[in-house]
């Protein structure tokens, strides 16, 4: 079954306007992010990439409500919403599964923050347990399994969290290229089932237009939008899409954007170091 359109009509889930974010390093100004517009459709996927350190986690804790912009605006539903902690589903950049606690108490650790009866959050998780291939697993600990389950189990407790939006950062970062393949597509499932709007980042090119309706190609820090591609390609999509034409040549230009960045982001770091020698010699001398 082909998932419908997503609909932009007014007004769409997600908005950000303008969006820039500084912080003080040293004293000294940091510019991470520099005015942002983005725009995400209800039932969306939309995904952003670009170089390490050039402000993506710090848009996802601006639009959890983590943190504040220092300009901007961030919409909800066409709405400014200044107390947003809470009102999306978040999975950061490190599972952050507690060691101590089993899978299903891990899984239920959102709705137990939001004043869930235990029993009640048990249940409910032990309901979406085999769709994340998760039976037979509810008391293990962490510990115990594999990089593919741990980040299915922190993906339950972000879904459980039962968000309309849900914000991914590079939730299959640490796993190897199989387990990632087959965690894409069982992605893409859990989308169309549960019908969430979801913000993915990657630094994984093939990931990003596999996956998306959408990728946003940020600059090296400051982060400012490079590039906004759709990727109109049929879906239901599988892993077998790589390869057609269609694929290489959004691939191709995705690319490209991101490599002139990347090349920017480490004439930066190694100017940054020649200087801290440079300090650092002198300060020796
Ligand atoms: N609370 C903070 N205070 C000061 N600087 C911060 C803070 N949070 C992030 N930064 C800086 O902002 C920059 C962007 O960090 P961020 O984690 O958003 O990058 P990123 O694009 O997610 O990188 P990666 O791809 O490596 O995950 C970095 O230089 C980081 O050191
Ligand atoms: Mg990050």
New binding site residues.
């Given amino acids: 079954m082909e998932r419908p359109q997503v609909q932009y009509s007014s007004p769409p889930k997600i908005e950000l306007k303008g969006v820039s974010k500084h912080?003080?390093?040293n004293g000294r100004p940091?510019h991470?992010l520099e005015k942002i517009d983005l725009c995400v459709g209800d039932g969306d996927f939309v995904s952003i990439i670009?170089?390490?350190?050039?402000?993506?986690?710090?848009?996802f804790?601006i639009i959890s409500g983590l943190?504040e912009p220092t300009e901007g605006t961030i919409l909800v539903d066409g709405q400014e919403m200044p107390h947003r902690l809470g009102s999306v589903g978040y999975m950061p950049?490190k599972d952050l599964l507690l060691p101590w606690r089993t899978i299903l108490d891990n899984a239920i650790l959102g709705l137990e923050i939001q004043g869930v009866r235990k029993s009640i959050a048990r249940k409910e998780a032990l309901r979406l347990l085999e769709e994340f291939g998760l039976r037979g697993f509810e008391t293990s600990y962490p510990a115990s399994l594999s990089g593919g389950m741990k980040q299915r189990a922190a993906l339950l407790r972000t879904v459980l969290a039962d968000k309309k939006v849900m914000l991914l950062?590079?939730p299959f970062g640490a796993l190897d290229a199989l387990t990632r393949t087959s965690m894409q597509e069982w992605l893409l499932r859990i989308w169309d089932v549960l019908r969430k709007t979801i913000l993915f980042?990657t630094?994984d090119v093939d990931e990003a237009v596999l996956l998306s309706n959408r990728v946003y190609v940020l600059t090296a820090?400051p982060?400012r939008v490079k590039l906004v591609k759709d990727i109109r390609l049929p879906r239901p999509r599988t892993y077998d899409m790589v390869t057609s034409a269609a694929f290489v040549e959004l691939k191709g230009e995705l690319l490209e954007a991101i490599k002139e960045e990347r090349i920017r982001a480490l004439d930066e770091e190694s100017l940054w170091v020649a200087r801290a020698s440079e300090h650092g010699g002198r300060k020796w001398t």
């Fill in positions: 912080f003080s390093m940091l991470v670009g170089p390490s350190g050039c402000g993506k986690s710090t848009l804790n943190e950049q950062d590079e980042i630094h820090r982060g």
